[in-house]
Structure formats: C-alpha cells, structure tokens
C-alpha cells in the first residue's frame, strides 16, 4: 500500500500565486523527499528534508514537515506555468528504498 | 552524464509473451529500483536492488524477475504478460545512504511505456 497521500488529487491556480500541496504517510520516516514530474518524464528530485528538520527552503520552494502529524507541505511561491506537472511526496523510512504517495496534479494557468 | 537510460521507451506485446526491460546508470549507485506508475495509484516498487548480486522484493513483485551481475545494469523481466501489466515502467538508481542511514535522492530514467494486448 502507498505510504504517502498526496492532497489535494489536483490544483489549478493563475500564474503568480502561490501552490501548496500536502503530504501524509503512515510510518515513521527517516527523511522524506519532494518530486516532479513532467507529463511523460521520469521524477526529477526536487528536495529532500530529514526527520530531525522541521522547514526548508530551495529557490521558490518551501518544504515543512510535521513529524508528530506525520505530514509535509510543498509550497511553491510565485507559480509559473512551467511549474505545470506532478508532484510526488516520498518517504525514505528504510535505507534501501523510497515508497511514493499517489501525487499531486499541479496546472498553473498564464 | 547519461544518468539512467531505459530501453525501449514503448513496447507492445501479446498476452503470454516475455520481454526484457533494461536499464542502466553510469553514476556508480549501489541502489537501484523498477516502479510501475499507473493512473492514480502513483509509482509502485515492483523490486530493487542494493548492490550487485542482491535484489528484493518491493510491494508488487508478482510477474516480474530481476537480477543484478553489474552495478550498471538491473534489467526487468517480463515472464508471461498480461494486461493487468500494461504500465509505465521506471528504473531508479541512488546512492548508498550517508551517516545515519538516510536514503538520498532517487534518479530516474525516462520511462518505459508498456502495453500488453
């Protein structure tokens, strides 16, 4: 079964603004990782914050995660329409594989 | 760097037949896996792989083999296809985890796009 559900299943927002999307898994995690994908493509690795973090930052993306909720956020400030794709949540509890959640389908309109 | 390439991108085969998928990465990762991603179920883990010569099962193992002799290539093997098979397939690779046991980043390859009829 999946170990992380994405929320929402999609999002439509106009160039400029903000997105957010969520993140909840089921077991404890030793760090947990953000990806993209392009319609098509293969996951491209956006960002990863470990369980001993509580926020991080890279560029335009804002990632949080709530150990004791068991949840992280995405946010993408200033969306572009490049910014179009899905988004994946990954939890790396074990040290030898990742188990992704179900995805986020971000449409980011010009 | 190529990274992580798959081949064939598409492929369709006939209910019973086998086929091979490959991949290979030049980043020396001990790490390697093969996901199915279908429409909304997200990427699956069908095996993987934590160094040359050993493989395990993931979550949706059943139809497929793997095997490892090189830490470049971990090819997917099809026994007897069937339509419930039909799928994108990804390869992954990353790297051994660092201090405390962390698993890093996962790089992927392009994808294979399968149809069994």
């Known amino acids: 079964s999946q170990q992380g559900e994405e929320d929402p299943q999609a999002l439509s927002i106009q160039e400029g603004e903000n997105a957010t999307m969520n993140c909840s898994y089921k077991t404890s995690i030793n760090n947990l990782q953000w990806y993209r994908q392009n319609s098509g493509r293969g996951l491209v690795h956006l960002i990863l914050i470990r369980s001993n973090e509580r926020e991080k930052h890279s560029g335009r993306l804002r990632v949080t995660l709530d150990t004791s909720k068991k949840s992280s956020s995405l946010l993408i400030t200033a969306s572009r329409a490049a910014d179009t794709a899905s988004y994946f949540c990954a939890t790396g509890g074990l040290p030898d594989k990742l188990i992704f959640g179900t995805g986020t389908r971000l449409q980011v309109f010009p | 760097n190529a990274g992580v390439t798959q081949t064939p991108k598409f492929q369709v085969l006939k209910t019973g037949q086998s086929m091979t998928l490959q991949c290979a990465q030049d980043m020396n990762h001990e790490y390697m896996s093969w996901y199915r991603q279908d429409p909304g179920m997200g990427l699956r883990l069908i095996h993987y792989?934590?160094?040359?010569?050993?493989?395990d099962q993931g979550e949706v193992p059943n139809g497929y083999n793997v095997s490892r002799s090189t830490t470049e290539d971990f090819p997917l093997r099809l026994l007897s296809a069937a339509p419930s098979q039909t799928s994108v397939y990804f390869c992954?690779?990353?790297?051994?985890?660092?201090?405390?046991?962390?698993?890093?980043?996962?790089?992927f390859g392009q994808g294979t796009r399968l149809t069994v009829v």
């Open positions: 992954a690779s990353n790297p051994s985890p660092g201090t405390g046991g962390f698993v890093a980043e996962a790089f």
């Open positions: 792989s934590v160094g040359a010569g050993i493989t």
